[in-house]
């Protein structure tokens, strides 16, 4: 008999851990969807309580930003060692980051969004996670320019920024099981930023 949502899969690991409860809720996702998964089922599933789970996550739609969450709170530290220009160090940064993400670490929700029946809470989610970037690269910027977090010139940077972050992990999504690392479709982006800026990519004529 196939075991219910609410029944810990047979031989799952009692010990509670972000992983069993990512692996818990990734295969009730896929077996009966996000919205009718709960956070119960989740905790049931991995063998742990309610409560173990909100040590590790806010809510259900946080589940799978753990890695993402960790790469995120190193980001001012990054941002603060280094002694480049702003829109350098931001890229150095990110590049460091990216390096945690290897062909296999793709974060589960990223690649799974649609099968789940893309629910916005999930995108929320994502939402409030470049939010948080957003503003750790705004704090940063003004900072060492001596500026204020709303001012034109620091929007500028932080938005190039995270459009060449987006632009990379959309590319290493996509690029299927060959993908490689995110930090070498970061590298390539910035590359192009590069080659754009010095006018190599201008248009057909």
Do not use: C
């Amino acid at each position: 008999m196939n075991a219910s949502p609410s029944t810990p899969a047979r031989g799952r690991p009692r010990a509670s851990s972000r992983a069993v409860l990512e692996e818990a809720a990734s295969e009730l996702f896929l077996e009966q969807g996000y919205a009718r998964t709960s956070v119960d089922q989740i905790a049931r599933r991995a063998g742990v309580s309610r409560g173990t789970f909100f040590n590790y996550f806010a809510g259900k739609a946080d589940v799978f930003w753990g890695e993402v969450d960790e790469q995120l709170d190193r980001l001012p530290e990054l941002l603060g060692a280094s002694a480049l220009a702003p829109a350098g160090a931001i890229d150095a940064a990110l590049s460091e980051m990216a390096k945690r993400f290897g062909p296999d670490r793709v974060p589960w929700i990223l690649s799974h969004f649609e099968a789940i029946g893309s629910p916005d809470e999930v995108l929320a989610a994502a939402t409030r996670r470049v939010t948080r970037a957003a503003e750790a690269l705004r704090v940063f910027v003004a900072e060492r320019t001596n500026g204020h977090p709303q001012d034109l010139g620091v929007a500028l940077v932080v938005n190039a920024a995270l459009a060449l972050a987006l632009s990379a992990m959309q590319s290493w999504i996509a690029a299927g099981p060959t993908r490689g690392g995110l930090d070498g479709h970061l590298s390539l982006v910035v590359a192009m930023r590069r080659e754009a800026l010095a006018g190599d990519l201008e248009p057909d004529r």
